[in-house]
């Protein structure tokens, strides 16, 4: 029964998990909000407009207006001047969670950590054949 509660992300009250990850009343108020933003960028004269004007004149906070686009309810292909902070560097971004440089970057990390690993994984083989190499030779000597 516990393990089907959880503390909603953004006020911290219990409640069931299910389909949403943000319990009722935060949930409300998040659609709320997109209500709001989404009447504003259906203006067309909005159509242009960026996220810091689209906070200034709505009043959502930053966070909820990156997460609609996160999410693709506030699509950048018809509003090519929103988009929400690459999670390295803070650039603006349309996709993902990494600008372009970052994932270059991320990519090259990754193979770095493989290799790294695999040279590990090669050293632990090594030393345990060396060990059954050792505990053969043991047992037969016992066998003498
Ligand atoms: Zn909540
Ligand atoms: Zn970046």
């Known amino acids: 029964m516990l393990s ?4 909603c992300p953004i006020c911290g009250r219990l409640f069931m998990k299910g389909l949403r990850k943000v319990c009722n009343t935060c949930f409300k108020k998040q659609e709320e909000q997109f209500e709001v933003v989404r ?4 203006k067309k004269e909005n159509r242009m407009a960026t996220v810091q004007e689209v906070h ?4 959502v906070p930053y966070e909820r207006i990156y997460q609609f686009i996160r999410e693709g309810r506030l699509l950048t292909t018809n509003f090519p001047n929103l988009g929400y902070p690459c999670e390295s560097c803070g650039d603006s971004i349309h996709q993902g969670r990494l600008c372009e440089s970052c ?12 290799r790294q690993k695999q040279f590990e994984e090669n050293v632990r083989q090594d030393l345990t054949s060396k060990n059954q190499t050792y505990r053969s030779i043991n047992i037969n000597r016992y066998k003498d």
């Open 56 to 59: 200034a004149y709505t009043e």
């Open 103 to 114: 994932k270059d970057r991320v990519i090259k990390g990754v193979h770095q950590h493989e």
């Open 4 to 7: 089907n509660l959880t503390n």
């Open 39 to 42: 009447s504003y960028m259906n």
